[in-house]
């Protein structure tokens, strides 16, 4: 079995133990998905990119310390989220004149234009997008990491740090906007959106 | 491939990476289409399910970055384990540590002395430093004619921009906060959104509002920046990157001026509005410009409007030869106050806007 088909929980686990090749290649699986997520959340990429490196570099110099039992990608998406969420703290440049509480995630999504062929999906489409990209910053980032990372429900709750009950309520009204702006079936979506968090 | 059957809502099938596949790379296609079409609910879902596929795109990560960040990342745990290793030196070698520290304050006497002289020679903050420390896809328009040039913003706000003047903004803006960046001389009109601050990065200060009209000058070769007010409420403020320790802002009301004095770091209230200043004609025009209309000619508004933003409006005069307006246009950016318009005009009336051609389509009003 070459390395690249080792489970991340292996590779992790031979991390642990000092093995460099299982580092460099957790680092070359999620090295890319990690800046695109930085990236969202600060424009700026360089310290994005710092970063994403010095997470790995602590991931490497504690590694005695880390716990056996982590889902690795959700580990370093939170990561590399705190470490954002740090700078914001540390750093004047970005707090201009609004206090930064939290991060804000800044990605808006975009149409597939190549897979699209007929104009009533295009429409659709365009519709849907611009609905979903006006969604809360919040709500947008639960669905990145939910359908573009594949985390778990409660990973995103736990790295969010989101209180079920007013999200819930905030998807509600999001919901109801949705359903009168977009003219496709939306109670199947609406329906999905709601059970989402 | 058998769990599927038991997909009952659309995250089921966004959380199915071979579904990804199949949306997004045509992944075993026929399988995918004939199981499907099996029953309509099930169709219907994928459909809903491939509707959002479509429209909720990420940019592609780069991934041709990651060897040299592997090695970067390398070479960062190297210099920190180095850093570390010290902590274990024997005592025997205190005369190195004595040695050691003493070329540390060496060090920072000299990083002093170059820390005080960068204070004092260059205390500015210049445009492209700016927009440097973004990195957000930003439009940039520059003026260099004679004459000043209309600029709207996404949100409907909008911009005189005057000669020799720049102006960085995106597309479209997203985020808590709506971030723009000038250089040279600019007028503004923005639209109210209080939920989202609007705000002015022109060298070492920083102007924001939640909705108002302003004029900012800062040119990269004078000593002075100066924001005057026509209407609303403006704050004012040193940019943090410059003045961390001890920030500066004001609040402006409307007529009021300030002037940013940048070897001082230091703000000073402008005595008066300079009037009509006869060396610069263009200066401060369209502060002068009453937008208060009373049972006047819509013909005429129009032609206000053109001298004021230096316009191009193109409208059918005969129609609306008989059409007079009473309305005060006096704090609305140009979009808005051309909406207000053609809404009084009544239900036929719009308009269309390219860069400063402006073209009314009416029948007439009621």
Redesign the interface.
Known sequence: MSIAQIADEILWHRLKQGDKAAFSELFERYHASLTVYGNSLMSHPERVQDCVQDVFVDVWLYRHALSETVVVKAYLLSSVRKRIARLYQRDNVFRQTTSLESLEFLLDFSVEEQLIADEETATQVSQLNRLINNLPARQKEAIYLRFHQGLSIEQIGEMLDINYQSVTNLLHRAIQHLRKAWKGDLTLLALFIYRML | MQKRDQYH???DF??D?SFQRW??EGENHENWVEWSLENTQRA??VE?AR?????????I???N??QT??Q??WD??QL??KEAEPTFASSSNRFWWWSAAAIVIVGLGIGWVFYQQNQTKEPLLTYSELIS????GLIEQTNNTNKPQLITLSDGSSVLLYPKSKLSYPR?F????RKVFLLGEGFFEISKNPQK?F?VFSNEV?T?VVGTSFRIRAFSNQPNIEVTVKTGQV?V?S???IT?AEKKSVTLLPNEGIRFLRQALSFEKMATLPNKDVSAPSTYEIEQVNFEFSDTPVSQIFAILEEAYLLEINFPAEKLKDCYLTTSLQDQPLPEKLKIICESLGKNTRYEMNGNQIIILSNGCN
């Open positions: 809502t659309i995250e966004l959380t990476i949306i997004r219907k879902l809903e509707l959002w596929i479509l429209a909720t795109a990420v940019p990560p780069p991934k970055l990651t960040a592997l970067n990342t960062k745990i920190k384990e420390q973004t990195a957000e479209s997203a985020g808590r906060e601050p705000l920083v924001k704050n403020a940019n943090d990157l961390k």
